[in-house]
Structures are given as C-alpha cells and as structure tokens.
C-alpha cells in the first residue's frame, strides 16, 4: 500500500523566506536610511527591474528586449522626480512607456498591460523618492509606511496559517484567508500606534484609519498583481529572490501603499501622516 503523502508544513517557507526577507530589507533600509545618491540608486535599480519583471510576465518568446522601455521609463522618471522636477518627470514616463506601446503595436502585440504596469510603477516609485527628499518628514513617512506594510505582511502571513477559514479571493490567490487579511489590517494599525507613541504623538485616530486604509491598499496591490501572473499563467515575476520569487512578488503591496501615501500626502501636506 502506498503511504499517503505526508501533509503540508504550516510553516514550512518560513525559515528561506524569513532570511532572505531580512537580507533584503536591511539592504533597501541603509540605502535608504544613507539617503542621497544611496537611496536614489537602490529606487531606480529595484524600479527598473520591477518594470522589467511586470513586462516578462505578459511577454512572448522573443518579446522579452522590450522591457528595456519600461525599465528605462520607470528608473528615468525617478531620476528626475528625485530631482524636484515632477512634472518633467510624469513627461518623461509617459513618454518613453508609450514609445515602448507604440513598439508592441507596430509588433502586433497588446500594449496596454506593459504601458499600465510603467506608468503604475513610474508613478509610485516617483512618489516614494519624493516622500523621501521632503527636508522636514520624508523619512519618518518611509519609515512609517516601510512599517504599516511589513506589519501588514506579518499579521496576514500569522493569521492566515494559524486561524485559516474562508478565502478572500481563491481563484486568484488560493492561500490568502479573511482571517489574514484581518489579522494584516489589525497589526499595521498596532505598528502606526507604536510609531504615535514613539514619536510623542500620542495614538490619533487620523493616523489609525490612515494605516488601516494603507494597509487593506497593500493587500489589494498583492492580488492585482496575482490577478495579472494569473492572466498569463505565471507563478512567480521571477526568481531574485528565494522563497518569495521576483522582487515584484516581494515589493507589490509596497507599491500600492506608496501610491496611497502619496496621494493622502498631498490631501494633508501640513502634517506627516503618522503624525494625523
């Protein structure tokens, strides 16, 4: 009789994914954290090959060259955001993303998801180089939002294989759980608490809600970009990393957080958001 297979270990990814995930934060945080051109190289490299791995996952044998425009209108346009020109910037990634479409078409290729993915990532990652420059909180902020979003990670990580139950989305991403992403929302608004009373502030509520709302945007980012691999029949964006697949699998919630941050950012400019 043939034994039957052994079950799946709860946690058995934890120790490849914990290690590298380690490796990697501590690599983007003193790039970060060292500022200037540091900071600045480590955004335009991780942007480039995000654009690079979201162009691979529609492409066709053969297509894969044409992610160089993507890559180049992402990094480019961080390069000059960085710089304070914001709307030569939005020009430029506009620009170089749809001259990388008009290629696709002439090819007879659908352009729209390659044009959509740069200027996505175009726009956070100019976003978050932006939050970082700003000469009075630009670091708290990444700071802050570095934090709503690992403890977003963790909680629906935690939650989601100790409590399990029904699925958010399971046609698209079978392993994520209602209980993770209660478990993800709950923990980042813990984190921004933490940050509150470190920093003086005390716990507001504004900071509160904006962590939950960043937090449930991280997650969305998360399955959009599943949604996307699952159109094409991809697993993973790539393979930099082990245990978590492309650095677009590892930084999608990231993304979309950054873009929400951004853009509540400038709703309230007058006071950094973990200070709401």
């Known amino acids: 009789m043939t034994p039957a297979p052994a079950p799946p270990r709860r946690f058995g990814d934890l ?18 954290w060292a500022g200037g051109g540091w900071g600045l190289a480590f955004v335009m490299i991780a942007g480039g090959i995000m654009a690079w791995e979201w162009r691979r996952i529609a492409a066709r044998p053969g297509d894969r060259v044409l992610a160089g425009f993507q890559a180049l209108a992402v990094a480019g346009a961080v390069f000059v955001a960085f710089h304070g020109r914001i709307v030569e ?36 990652l100019s976003f978050f180089v932006l939050l970082l420059g700003s000469p009075q909180h630009g670091l708290q902020v990444i700071i802050w939002l570095v934090l709503v979003v690992v403890a977003t990670d963790i909680g629906a990580y935690f939650s ?8 958010l989305w399971p046609r698209v991403s ?49 399955f959009a970009e599943s949604a996307y691999k699952r159109k094409f029949d991809k697993k993973d964006s790539g393979r930099l990393l082990p245990g978590h697949g492309g650095l677009l699998d590892r930084l999608d919630g990231m993304i979309a957080a950054t873009l929400a941050v951004g853009v509540l950012s400038l709703i309230r400019p007058e006071l950094p958001i973990w200070a709401w």
């Open 89 to 124: 910037a939005a020009v430029f990634l506009f620009a170089v993303a749809t001259l990388g479409a008009a290629v696709d078409i002439a090819r007879a290729r659908s352009p729209w998801w390659s044009l959509a993915g740069a200027l996505y990532l175009g726009a956070a």
């Open 160 to 167: 989601g294989r100790l409590i399990g139950g029904p699925k």
């Open 174 to 222: 079978p392993n994520k759980t209602w209980a993770g992403g209660i478990g993800g929302v709950t923990l980042a608004a813990v984190a921004a608490a933490l940050v509150g009373l470190g920093a003086g502030r005390g716990v507001g509520g504004g900071a509160l809600l904006a962590a939950v709302l960043v937090s449930a945007i991280s997650q969305a980012g998360d």
């Open 15 to 32: 120790a490849v994914r914990s290690v590298i995930a380690v490796i990697f934060a501590a690599t983007g945080f003193g790039a970060i």
